[in-house]
């Protein structure tokens, strides 16, 4: 396992149905090392942070693995990273290899993974097409944010380490299983709600959707 590429940008303005709005999913690869801190990575930048961003959101990881499913999905090739508005590229950490709460090392840097990556419209803006952030959720291949642990400096070709799994294992692919109704919903909602590292945010979210179940 290691990083493949580092991506960053700072939020734009673009016209989106006729408004302007501002997003950082245009993220682009960097050259040289860049500081990971408890906040995101140096140079990087959101847009909204009451969504993007924050320490348990700091930085968006996905796989490379999953480029060639895309290629084929979509009909396109040479897809560079960052593509799907990705901080790190990396060799390895799939979604159904990787779990909430799980740790690695990437030199001195140590992550924490705290939820999968939902998808909103503006990803549909990157890809050029409204419908492809239901599409990307569908596909069970959306990567996952992490919170950082220990700061420090990453590269492309960094190594990446699993240092501790969590003992709950609900991989990033299952625990979407949260957002869908059927018999594993709400089974699945109880065991990320057990999760110390499940990002407040998205702990918000499953408690909600899980007392409108028991209130349904």
């Known amino acids: 396992m290691k990083i493949i590429a580092v991506s960053v940008s700072k939020p734009v303005e673009i016209e989106h149905n006729g408004e302007l709005i501002r997003t950082g999913i245009f993220k682009e690869p960097v050259s040289g090392r860049v500081l990971a801190t408890y906040t995101g990575l140096e140079g990087d930048g959101q847009a909204d942070l009451a969504v993007h961003g924050g320490a348990d959101k ?50 001195q840097a140590v992550f924490e993974v705290t939820q999968p990556r939902i998808p909103c419209f503006k990803l549909g803006i990157r890809m050029n097409s409204p419908r492809f952030p239901k599409q990307f959720l569908r596909s069970r291949r959306v990567g996952f944010y992490v919170r950082v642990l220990a700061e420090a400096k ?44 499940l990002s407040e945010a998205w702990r918000q979210d499953l408690r909600i959707r899980l007392e409108q179940g028991d209130s349904g």
């Open 58 to 107: 700091a930085i968006y990881v996905y796989s490379i693995d999953h480029y060639a499913y895309w290629e084929s999905e979509l009909g396109l090739s040479g897809l560079p990273c960052g593509q799907f508005g990705e901080n790190l590229t990396v060799e390895g950490l799939r979604d159904d290899e990787v779990h909430i709460g799980d740790r690695f090392r990437c030199g």
């Open 154 to 197: 990453l590269g492309s070709g960094d190594l990446i380490e699993k240092i501790a799994g969590h003992p709950c294992r609900l991989s990033v692919s299952e625990s979407l299983l949260a957002l869908t109704k059927g018999p594993q919903q709400f089974k699945v909602i109880r065991r990320a709600l057990a999760i110390d590292a």
